[in-house]
Structure formats: C-alpha cells, structure tokens
C-alpha cells in the first residue's frame, strides 16, 4: 500500500495539483482613481481585486472582482517582463483613459493582460509598441466570464505593432504577427559535458596573417641597350669545324687525283 501511494506517477500528479493550486492562488488588490481600461471592459474609480484562476504554460485566465459585488470579469493573460510588484499601465489608454499593461503579484508571476484585437490595435498605434492580442470569435468563444483551460488553449494569440506603409512609408498600419512567447530557458542537446562547453565559448575571429614588412623602394637606372652577355665558345667550335671538314675534302680530292695518274 505504500508503495502505491509514494510511486512516481502519483508524486508526479500531486506535484502538478500543488503548482497549480500555488498558481490559481495569487492575488492582489488595486486600487483605481481614475477609470482604466482592461481587456474588454472599463473600470471606474474603486478597489478591485485580481487573481490568477487558472494557468496553461505562459498563458494565464485572469479575474478581476468589482468591489461591493459579485460581478466579475475573465480574460486571457501572458507572460510578462519582471518588475516590483504592482500595476504597470500603458503610457496611453485606448480612448484617454489608463490602460493596464501588466500586473505583477508578491512572490508570483508577472502577468501581461491580452486585450481583444479592436482595443489591441488602437493600444499599438497610441504607444508604437508591441500588443499581445486575441480573437475569441476566431475561436468560437462568446462568453469570456466561462473562459476554461481548454480553450486559453487553443486560442490563437497575436502580437499587434505599429508601423507605416505605402510610397515613403506614410501610411499608418497595423501589423499582426503569431505570439511568440518570451524564451526563459535556451536548453543545449546532451553532447557531453566538453562539447557543451564549447558551445557556450564565443566564436573566436580566424586570425588574419601579418602583413610582410615594408621595404624601401629603388629607382632603377633606365639601360637603353642590352649588355652583351653571350659567349663565343660556339662561334669557335663551328670555326673548327669547318676546317676540318675543309682539310679532309681536300684530303679526298688529293688522292682522288693520285689515284687517276696512276
């Protein structure tokens, strides 16, 4: 029975339930001054509490109590840049209001809310900055207030940015891109520890080969003639040569004539 109750797989599952229950159960109160924009829904002045409900990698379901009521709103959320704990706005709201960019609760994630593509894109074009943004209709999703683990999984997320197209880039545009979610981890394959290492160590330049030294340069004198430099030994043996050839013709004709007065 022991064995039963301590085996991995069961470890393994309430390791999971004890995260997700640690997860589920941030929260953190804000209290507004001014009305503020949040995904698909502005808040007036009061005290209001946060909370993570649910979790699904980097994505977040996100619930926002009104104060005094039982009235609340679901939405999407993703991971955010690390800071102190509190609320971050926008710089500009969507229609002159404060706009909440993310949330980051005491002790637990940073949480980045996705607004719905209409206010996303009015968001980007106010800061010229990046939104993560969502299409429920895409999705089949109506009622944000049931959103579920299932579908924060399946639905498609955006990253919205400002820029400008058209001759010399004059006309304003929205670009819509696929959420990629932010790297916190650069996992290396199982090489071995030294080829690890050396996959950590930075490129080293190839080393460029060492310019030969400088020498003076001389001026030549112009020669307008070629230096005799041939020998005359050839002209010799050719000399030679032909007497010898001379001495042995006259040679032939002297006993050729002998030869005849006999």
Known sequence: ?????????NLSIAVL??????MSGQSSAINLTENTDIPSRVLKPGLYK????DSLDDRYIVRVEYPNST???LFLGVVGSPHPAGVVDWEKGIDGNHA????SFENGPVVEFVYPKADAA???QKN????????YASANIVHTDRLTADQIRVVDLWTLSFTKTGPEDQTPAILAQRYEPPSTQVTTPNLGVAQ????HLPAQPAASPTPPALRPVKHLATIRTLPHTGSQLPLVWLLGALSIVGALSLQFSSNKRGSAGS
């Open 71 to 73: 009235e609340h709103q």
């Open 196 to 199: 690890v290492a050396q996959l």
């Open 128 to 135: 010229k900055s990046h939104i993560v943004a969502v299409d």
């Open 50 to 53: 946060i909370s993570i409900v």
């Open 122 to 124: 009015k968001l980007a």
């Open 17 to 22: 339930c004890a995260i997700s229950s640690l």
């Open 1 to 9: 029975m022991i064995t039963t109750l301590f085996s991995p797989v």
């Open 100 to 103: 909440i960019r993310e949330v």
